[in-house]
């Protein structure tokens, strides 16, 4: 018997992740209002139960990546993966977002640093 079962969230924790990192397609995006009196969005992924209340490190790089209009978001492909973060002074665990990205052709020269 797993704590999760009787804590079990909606929204998606870093531990959820079984440390490793998920490319995910964004199925859509609810707006949710929390506990502190704060409203954020929410990104649901296609074939996932749970959500990623969207922080603004992540959602700064979903729109450098894809844009300032969410509804822009939707069906396009994200990686999701654990990280560690300092939050006031202590390291806690959390979840990152980035773009996938065009793979580089191995034929292609790099561009000179």
């Not at 209002?33 to 296609?46: E, I």
């Amino acid at each position: 018997m797993k704590t999760t079962e009787f804590f079990d969230s909606k929204y998606l924790a870093a531990s959820d992740l079984a440390n490793r990192e998920h490319k995910l397609t964004i199925d859509h995006i609810e707006v949710a209002d929390f506990k502190d009196g704060t409203r954020k969005p929410v990104l649901f992924f296609t074939g996932k139960k749970k959500g990623i209340a969207l922080n603004k490190t992540n959602a700064k790089k979903l729109i450098a990546q894809y844009g300032d209009e969410m509804d822009n978001w939707i069906g396009k492909e994200v990686i999701v993966y654990p990280d560690i973060v300092d939050f006031q002074g202590q390291m806690v665990d959390c979840i990152r977002l980035r773009a996938v990205l065009k793979a580089a052709d191995p034929n292609d020269e790099l561009p000179p640093f």
